[in-house]
């Protein structure tokens, strides 16, 4: 799967905005936008906002997670916990990037922000790696994945499956007899 | 996205040989040491070092993997392979005490590959050998992944050299899941660029020839 695939999938989250422009309700396949009046809040799926915000009709107001003091207790929590903390919310990385991309004039100290997510990830990605290791080197047949957000298990998905691969064909190797009359098709 | 114009077959791991895969191509003409359990009449001239008529029963010779498992054959004793250096006892228990510290490269850059190939002539010492290529994955495993995950933008030459094939295989894919998450987040993902096949085709002259 490719970033890019997972950033689309990010794009179907909600996020509140308040336009400038007014407009009945809209009726779309996937559910329906309520009236938009200029001033109001209303909640539209994140694609949405985006292309609104490009064409200046509206204003994003930043998700409740997306504060400085918020993020930086579980920044905290994140490194103190062996196992993996709730997420702030299952996309927290993309809607970062496009939030803080597109919308950073709407969105308080963004840098910090940025700074902030960049730094939750790294302790994620580092926690990932470890309990790949462990979960190499002792040969352990499954493994639990609480709270993983699809972008951290996507950067490491084809390693961790090749490898996982090579270890049990050299496992199977210990067994001889059971290995003949495999067939590879194509 | 980065395509390629055909799909590689990648190497078969373990002891079966995926017969379409480059890399188990060259594996195959690795050379073992063998000793000929019978005569081989009349093939005497691809002996350059007697000039006997036939190979004698006895001789020992250097084969490549491919014609050493296709003589084999535990009934009719036709050849008995022993195995290569780095696979015996000595060499062992340098893997078994630490992994990380071997050149896999200079050892063979197909150490695990023919090792398991190895299994198929049936010596006693298998199951150690077998073992032994486990445990040296498994110990060497933790530094390829840093290293492939951790080197982003940078001349990986002196990471790879000391692996073996196999490890390089999963370095790339490592690295490819690295660029991949790097270049999305710096922005690149969403830029539009001329795909390698086309400029391989060179189907750009005209944009060349314009100043």
């Keep these: 799967m490719d970033p890019s695939e997972v950033e689309f999938l990010a794009e179907k ?69 062996d196992m993996f903390t709730p997420v702030p919310s299952p996309y927290y990385m993309e809607l970062t990037k496009l939030l803080l991309n597109h919308a950073s004039d709407n969105i308080p100290k963004a840098d910090d922000i940025r700074t902030l997510v960049k730094d ?36 490491i998905r084809s390693f961790l499956l090749d490898s996982l691969n090579c270890m049990y064909k050299l496992r199977s190797n210990l067994q001889p007899g059971s290995s003949k009359g495999q067939a590879m098709d194509y | 996205m980065d395509t390629q114009s055909y799909f590689p077959v990648q190497a078969g791991v373990g002891m079966e040989e995926n017969f379409l895969s480059l890399d188990d191509i060259l594996l195959s003409h690795e050379r073992l040491p063998v ?23 006895g001789s020992k010779m250097e084969l490549p993997l491919w014609l050493s498992k296709g003589l084999y054959e535990r009934k009719r004793r036709v050849l008995s392979v022993e ?57 060497r495993f933790r530094r390829t992944m840093d290293s492939s995950q951790n080197a982003y933008n940078e001349d990986t030459s002196a990471l790879v050299e000391r692996l073996d094939s196999l490890e390089k295989g999963l370095f790339r894919s490592g690295q490819s899941g690295l660029n991949g998450f790097q270049s999305w987040e710096k922005g690149q993902a969403t830029q539009i660029t001329a795909s390698s096949l086309v400029l391989n085709y060179r189907k750009r002259k005209i944009n060349d020839l314009q100043p």
């Design chain 1, 120 to 155: 939750i990830w790294d302790t994620r990605i580092a926690k990932l790696r470890l309990s790949a290791d462990s979960f190499i080197s002792q040969q352990e047949a499954h493994a639990k994945l609480d709270n993983l957000t699809l972008m951290e298990i996507n950067t």
């Design chain 2, 35 to 57: 000793r000929t359990e019978c005569t081989f009449p009349r093939l005497g001239y691809l002996e350059k070092s007697s000039d006997a008529h036939d190979i004698a029963e």
């Design chain 2, 83 to 139: 195995l290569p250096k780095v696979y015996r006892e000595g060499w062992r228990t340098v893997f078994n005490a630490d992994p990380n510290v071997v050149d896999l490269h200079k050892m063979g850059p197909y150490y695990y590959s023919l090792g398991s190939q190895m299994l198929h002539f049936d010596s006693p010492e298998n199951p150690d050998i077998a073992g032994t290529l486990l445990q040296t994955f498994i110990g």
């Design chain 1, 13 to 81: 989250e909600t996020v509140k905005i308040i336009p400038n422009f007014s407009l009945d309700k809209i009726y779309l396949i996937g559910g329906d936008l309520g009236p938009f009046n200029p001033g109001l809040p209303v909640d539209v799926p994140v694609w949405l906002a985006l292309n609104l915000k490009q064409r200046q009709k509206c204003r994003i107001v930043p998700p409740e997670w997306m504060d400085v003091e918020k993020l930086e207790e579980m920044r905290e929590l994140e490194r103190k916990e």
